[in-house]
């Protein structure tokens, strides 16, 4: 079975400041992993995803995440966040037939 | 259309009424999802359709909920004799095939029941 886990529900950071959210996964088949956000009342948007490959993966809006088969895990980090990256995000695993996603992180950038 | 639509924004309903929640897919694609997100923003899925087939229901309570996408129309999610713990976000989400593929999300519709 597939799960994800995203250990921090709120992370404050101070703009310019580096970032880091964090997400393990389990799962028992091969492992697409997604990062997505969600904007205040608004639906997800894809950021990044893993299918396979180069473990470092590079995203919209400045983000990237790396892929660690090992560790179970798929941590997402922006070097300098901006006011306009404070949202929720939610990192996801695929099966072949539906995501799960976890609890998500909310991402509140302070100036 | 590029994005996934969905009606209403927002529904009221009081305990024991019906809801009905509409979603059109990106033109093109074959797989529409339903998720439901309470308020402790966990994402629970409920149902999958490839085109117009049932591909995935083992998220939906059957006893309550339903849903189709039929040729030529929204595919819908219709809820029987909502319950106060059916207030919640429900999200379509719709992608050209399934296993890895991105899914697309629509902006959601949000569900009370008072």
């Known amino acids: 079975a597939q799960s994800v886990t995203q250990l921090d529900s709120q992370v404050p950071v101070f703009e310019e400041a580096p970032v880091e959210l964090r997400c393990n996964y389990s799962?028992?088949?091969?492992?697409?992993l997604f990062w997505y956000v969600q904007y205040p009342n608004q639906g997800l948007q894809l950021l990044l995803k893993?299918?396979?490959?180069?473990?470092l993966v590079k995203g919209i809006n400045g983000f990237e995440a790396e892929f660690n088969k090992s560790q179970t895990s798929f941590h997402l980090r922006k070097p300098s966040v901006h006011i306009s990256d404070t949202a929720e995000y939610f990192c996801a695993v695929s099966d072949f037939n539906k995501f799960y996603f976890g609890s998500g992180t909310k991402l509140n950038v302070k100036p | 259309g590029e994005e996934v639509a969905q009606t209403p924004k927002h529904l009221v309903r009081g305990e024991g009424q019906k809801a009905k929640l509409y979603c059109a897919p990106i033109?093109?694609?074959?797989?529409v999802f339903w998720y439901q997100q309470v308020l402790k923003n966990e994402f629970k899925f409920l149902i999958s359709?490839?085109?117009?087939?049932?591909?995935?229901e083992t998220g939906m309570p059957k006893e309550r909920f339903s849903a189709k996408c039929l040729p030529n129309s929204p595919c819908s999610l219709e809820i029987q004799a909502t319950k106060l713990e059916d207030s919640a976000v429900y999200f379509c989400?719709?992608?050209?095939?399934?296993?890895?593929?991105?899914?697309?999300f629509g902006p959601g519709t949000r569900l009370t029941v008072l």
């Open positions: 359709f490839q085109n117009e087939n049932v591909f995935d």
């Open positions: 799962s028992s088949v091969s492992v697409y």
């Open positions: 893993y299918l396979s490959g180069s473990t």
């Open positions: 033109k093109g694609h074959s797989y």
């Open positions: 989400a719709s992608s050209r095939w399934t296993g890895p593929d991105t899914q697309y």
